[in-house]
């Protein structure tokens, strides 16, 4: 099957700019999920979907970050004005509803602020 | 999700097997164990992941105690391409699948 797409896959801005990541899950799977990974840590969930609706979005930074997820299907991650401290890898993943199913991850998008 | 304690940082010689620990100590009766890895600059790549009984896929094995507060995961043959950060997570039952990354073990494979 087809992995998780996201693009771009690197991405320099300035800060206050604003950017955008796309996503598109494994066909099929219902639920999706952003993660931030700073240089040297682990993944860290930002929000979570189940189909276009969203399941947790409590580590969200909401004064600057957003998701969609039109039609259940891609979903974007916006950050808006994007600070230096947001240099990090953006994953997307995506998974079958419920416990007990892996996630598959994309590659991610490396962005960096200056 | 159930707290997870891994070594910063495992070696093992390439062609010999792999034993990574972890505990997880508070782990719930519903939370599965969940492995991960990461290579450089990939995405985390799924392993494996057990509830109670040890199980077995092409690429590891996963053995967990009775008592289900440790766990430790297997590479039969390491190879250099084994060398990444292993994540061990506990998750499941109420988090509705959300997996929470720790900071790993990094597994250095030696020629």
């Known amino acids: 099957e087809a992995g998780v797409a996201q693009s771009p896959r690197y991405k320099i801005i300035e800060k206050r700019q604003s950017v955008a990541f796309w996503c598109n899950p494994i066909?099929?799977?219902?639920?999706l999920y952003w993660y931030q990974q700073i240089l040297g840590q682990g993944p860290k969930l930002l929000i979570q979907f189940q189909n276009n609706g969203v399941v947790d979005d409590s580590q969200l930074p909401k004064d600057r970050f957003s998701a969609e997820r039109l039609k259940g299907v891609d979903s974007t991650l916006k950050i808006q004005p994007a600070k230096l401290e947001d240099s990090a890898v953006y994953l997307c993943?995506?998974?079958?509803?419920?416990?007990?199913?892996?996630?598959?991850f994309g590659s991610g998008t490396r962005l960096t602020v200056v | 999700d159930a707290k997870t304690t891994q070594p910063p940082s495992m070696d093992c010689a390439e062609g010999r097997a792999a034993n990574l620990p972890c505990n997880h100590s508070t782990i719930s009766g519903n939370e599965y164990v969940y492995w991960y890895r990461q290579i450089h600059s990939q995405g985390p790549q799924y392993i494996i992941h057990?509830?109670?009984n040890n199980e077995t896929n092409e690429m590891a094995s996963l053995i967990i105690t009775e008592d289900r507060k440790s766990s430790t995961l297997i590479l039969p043959h390491a190879t250099l391409r084994d060398t990444a950060v292993y994540y061990c997570?506990?998750?499941?039952?109420?988090?509705?699948?959300?997996?929470?990354f720790g900071q790993g073990t990094i597994l250095t494979v030696h020629p």
């Open positions: 057990g509830l109670k």
């Open positions: 993943a995506s998974s079958r509803p419920g416990a007990g199913y892996g996630y598959t």
């Open positions: 997570i506990g998750a499941g039952g109420t988090s509705y699948g959300k997996l929470t």
């Open positions: 066909s099929g799977h219902a639920t």
